[in-house]
């Protein structure tokens, strides 16, 4: 049985404060501290003392190329056939549900926060999951769904947005969204998110970093706290940047004591944008405060015209290259840039209707992939809601262009 420990450092040198000889305490009674408070976080935090879960996967040294894998497969027999998958090519991660979309936590993660507690199943067996990461030498990335949470926000409304009569709003969808301007939303996730990473994960990677689409249609008629945001001298769109950037600044810094990188998932269009105004996400700022940022750039998810391309699900080598052209150009910018780690698309988005979108399959993935491979990307990940990955693909970088 593996033991979880923080190490035993921090007791000592706390403990060590307060100690002093007889001599010592002739001379003075005054104990002469530094000036900063005990318990703050030093900017870089020293490795002997941050959390060790004890499970040992390194980062690999070809880059993350990695596939998304909810919580019903990471529990369930498809596990196998994935970790085949990966077994037999250069794939290298998973990025695995721990917080779904829904809000409910896919494992014991061992909170005592009440309603963690009461929203959690046990799909997957997190112990097992990490010896087999371990030993397949697979690296695990822990999927935290932060502000679209229908369950958090049906039990404690207060944490949502309500109409007029006091009901949780829903989205078209029937999905709910929890407040991005409250600490308490926040320390909720951040919480998920500490106890991922004890459990072994590596990475923890936040998705739905943002306000409702179209939020900036109802923010007036909503009812819902601002939290210190209400006093800003701020616009309403410069108050919701504000709150979801500063929510990743608050989880990158809450998360650096337990040996965790930390990624946020993010729409494509909010690179090509100053900010995408109604959700809140300003790709520069959200950039500035993680390891890695993970655009979402899907073929399909490109309106006609996007990027000149008449239409860009029929053109996925075109398309990718075209964006991550922009994206390249935003984080040259930073003083610090994250790793660029893109979705691509392993799903045929035969919802656009005819003529709007094609089948993919092996040469439209190595189409993505080269793309990224041609402007100088070597990470990404692959999406498909149910797990059935294409086979017979070449992940490598063919050098060839299109």
Known sequence: MRMRMIGMGIALIFSSLFITTESEAAETSVLDLHEAPILSVPEAFPEQFKYDSGFDIAYPESGVKGIYVSGYSAGGAKMQDLTELLSNTPLNAMVIDVKEDEGYMMMDLDSEDETIQSLSYEYVDPESLMNHMEQEEIYPIARVVVFKDSQLAEAKPELSFTDENGDVWKNGRGESFVNPFSKDVWDYNVEVAKQAAKLGFKEIQFDYVRFPEGFENRADTLQYTMGEYKSADMDPVQKRVAAVTDFVEYANEALEPYNVDVSVDIFGYAATLPEAPGIGQNFSEISSN??????????????????????????????????????????????EAPVSRPWLQDFTASYLGAGNYKEYGVAEIEAQVQALYDNGVEEFLLWDASNNYTRGVDYTDSGSGQ
Do not use: C, Q, R
């Open 290 to 335: 993680v390891d890695v940022i993970s655009s979402m750039i899907y073929p399909s998810h490109w309106g006609d015209g996007y990027f000149e391309i008449a239409k860009p699900d029929l053109e996925p080598y075109e398309t990718i290259s075209e964006y991550i052209k922009v994206e390249n150009d935003v984080l040259a910018e930073l003083e």
